[in-house]
Nanobody, 124 residues
Framework: QVQLVESGGGSVQAGGSLRLSCAAS????????MGWFRQAPGKEREWVAAIDSDRRTNYADSVKGRFTISKDNTMKILYLQMNSLKPEDTAMYFCASAPGRIGPLTHRHEYTYWGQGTQVTVSS
């Protein structure tokens, strides 16, 4: 059974940094596209970043240049390094996987498995 477990969220001041992690289990990690999404209260869940099995990456315009997605295939961990955080980055952050898909994928419906989320709060 595929499991994704996020960690690393917290509260920071604007301009600060956080690194989110997503531990994956239950499948052959190297052949999946992985992504990060976020959802703020009262808003739709939005795509943030994605990385495919060839380590190609893609980012939403709102985070480009500030966030970096990466993965450790050996440890089966997905990361999201978030720098220069802004109050508008406040949201619940979710990792997701897309089995056997060629990525990096940007649409929510393309992902099959989801974690439970980790909260990020950025104060001004």
């Amino acid at each position: 059974q595929v499991q994704l477990v996020e960690s690393g969220g917290g509260s920071v001041q604007a301009g600060g940094s956080l690194r989110l992690s997503c531990a994956a289990s239950g499948y052959s990690y190297m052949h999946y596209c992985m992504g990060w999404f976020r959802q703020a209260p009262g808003k739709e869940r939005e795509w943030v970043a994605a990385i495919d099995s060839d380590r190609r990456t893609n980012y939403a315009d709102s985070v480009k240049g500030r966030f970096t997605i990466s993965k450790d295939n050996t440890m089966k961990i997905l990361y999201l390094q978030m720098n220069s955080l802004k109050p508008e980055d406040t949201a619940m952050y979710f990792c997701a996987s897309a089995p056997g898909r060629i990525g990096p994928l940007t649409h929510r419906h393309e992902y099959t498995y989801w974690g439970q989320g980790t909260q990020v709060t950025v104060s001004s």
